[in-house]
């Protein structure tokens, strides 16, 4: 079945400090990949997206992500973390049907001063 | 532009009632799409609707239907309410067509007592 993982369920960073957050799909295709983010009480909102073409795509709020066939793998990169940055992070696929949403279980980051 | 609105944000409900929800797209978007979020299952897709028509869904019960005006306007609707229900439930409208993007709304969050 498809799935969409993403290992670290909670990481803390410093403010200033570099981030990564791993997110892993199975499927057989490349499906069309997403990060959303969502802080608490607040829908989602979508980061960044990547469909086809360049593999390092750039998103909103200084955040990038680097898709990686051969890992099946689509991880978000932040250089430098702000505390406004503390919120939870979805990793999600879509199969390319009807815009169905699948999604990881989620990454929550907290952000030391 | 005005974003995805959602109403009513909070609903409390007992147990064996039905409740409706109600989502209004971005002006132009013809497809929305729903999902329950809770912290046990995380997100999940329920449905979605095009152009009035559910173009797909989700593994829930048939106790969780839908529809969409043509308006593109869409409710949710939930009979026979369980404890289990109590969630976040997002909506998401985009273009349907193309490479989409979903456009989150804030929620509703459904407590069921």
């Known amino acids: 079945a498809q799935s969409v993982t993403q290992p670290d369920i909670h990481i803390t960073v410093s403010e200033g400090a570099s981030l990564e957050l791993r997110c892993n799909y199975s499927?057989?295709?490349?499906?069309?990949l997403f990060w959303y983010v969502q802080s608490p009480g607040q829908g989602l909102q979508l980061l960044l997206k990547?469909?086809?073409?360049?593999?390092l795509v750039q998103g909103i709020k200084g955040f990038e992500a680097e898709f990686k066939r051969s890992q099946s793998s689509f991880n978000l990169r932040k250089p430098s973390v702000h505390w406004s940055d503390a919120a939870e992070y979805f990793c999600a696929v879509d199969l390319g049907g009807y815009n169905k949403l699948i999604f990881g279980a989620g990454t929550r980051l907290a952000v030391h001063p | 532009k005005a974003g995805v609105t959602q109403t009513p944000r909070y609903l409390i409900k007992t147990r064996g009632q039905q409740v409706t929800l109600s989502c209004s797209p971005i002006s132009g978007h013809r497809s929305v799409s729903w999902y329950q979020q809770t912290p046990g299952q995380g997100l999940q897709f329920l449905f979605e609707y095009f152009s009035e028509t559910q173009r797909n869904k989700g593994n829930f019960p048939g106790r969780f239907s839908g529809r969409q005006f043509s308006n593109s306007r869409s409710e949710m609707n939930v009979s026979t309410l369980e404890l289990g229900d109590s969630a976040l439930y997002l909506c998401a409208s985009s273009t349907g067509q193309d490479f989409y993007e979903q456009y989150f709304g804030p929620g509703t969050r459904l407590t069921v007592t």
């Open positions: 990547y469909f086809s073409g360049d593999t």
């Open positions: 499927y057989g295709a490349t499906p069309y």
